[in-house]
């Protein structure tokens, strides 16, 4: 079956305690990227990868890393979390536009819901 | 301003109802729009896109798109209990074709 897993899917941490939200997808997806999603503010860009090795800020990154060694994965690390990185934490895959993709077509995870104390 | 705003609702409707959700946006600078579904504990889907220019229908959802009021509207006919999620609206930055900007998202309730 098609998918992208994210785990943990819940987390309960306290500050400073590093942590890492793993994300795979099965799908051979050049683009994965991290959203967070807040209510009221919907979801926002923390990083992407648009290929193996190669990243790039998205709107939100202070206070996280990511690192994409291999096509499939792309883990998120939190290095010193704080409680403003409370969320619901989205990863997502897209096959590039040479891969067939419906345009703007976004394949999400599940989500993992972080609460730091 | 935010480039694309929603309402957050709730919307709470009756099985049956036409459904009506909207979005505004500020940058008429691109050339399409997406409607992502998200039920709960769950991660959005790509419900439907749409160029910005007329409707787009599938099925009972039409997507519409006014570039004169810079309007987004989603439509469902005959809604369903199985209709209840979190609609957001999307688009793409200039020069980003899925690095999306989402709405803040519209949490709609079908109840039988």
């Known amino acids: 079956e098609a998918q992208v897993t994210q785990n943990p899917r819940y987390l309960i941490t306290v500050t400073g305690k590093k942590l890492t939200v793993t994300c795979s997808q099965n799908m051979n997806h050049e683009y994965m990227s991290w959203y967070r999603q807040d209510p009221g503010l919907g979801l926002r860009q923390i990083y992407y990868s648009m290929n193996v090795e190669v990243t790039d800020k998205g709107d939100v990154p202070e206070g996280y890393k990511v690192s994409r060694k291999e096509k499939r994965n792309f883990p998120l690390i939190l290095e010193s979390p704080s409680p403003n990185q409370t969320s619901l934490y989205f990863c997502?895959?897209?096959?590039?536009?040479?891969?067939?993709?419906?345009?703007?077509?976004?394949?999400f995870g599940e989500g993992s819901r972080l609460t730091v104390l | 301003q935010k480039e694309v705003e929603q309402d957050p609702g709730p919307l709470s409707v009756p099985e049956g109802a036409i459904v009506s959700l909207n979005c505004t946006y500020s940058n008429s600078a691109f050339q399409y729009f997406m409607w992502y579904r998200q039920y709960s504990r769950k991660g959005p889907e790509l419900l439907m896109y749409t160029y910005s220019s007329g409707n787009k229908e599938d099925g009972r959802f039409t997507a519409q798109v006014d570039k004169s009021s810079k309007y987004i509207s989603l439509f469902i006919r005959d809604s369903q209990p199985s209709d209840s999620a979190t609609y957001l609206c999307?688009?793409?930055?200039?020069?980003?074709?899925?690095?999306?900007?989402f709405g803040a998202g519209t949490r709609l309730a079908v109840h039988p």
């Open positions: 999307a688009k793409p930055p200039r020069g980003g074709y899925n690095k999306l900007i």
């Open positions: 997502a895959s897209s096959p590039s536009p040479g891969q067939g993709a419906r345009t703007g077509e976004l394949f």
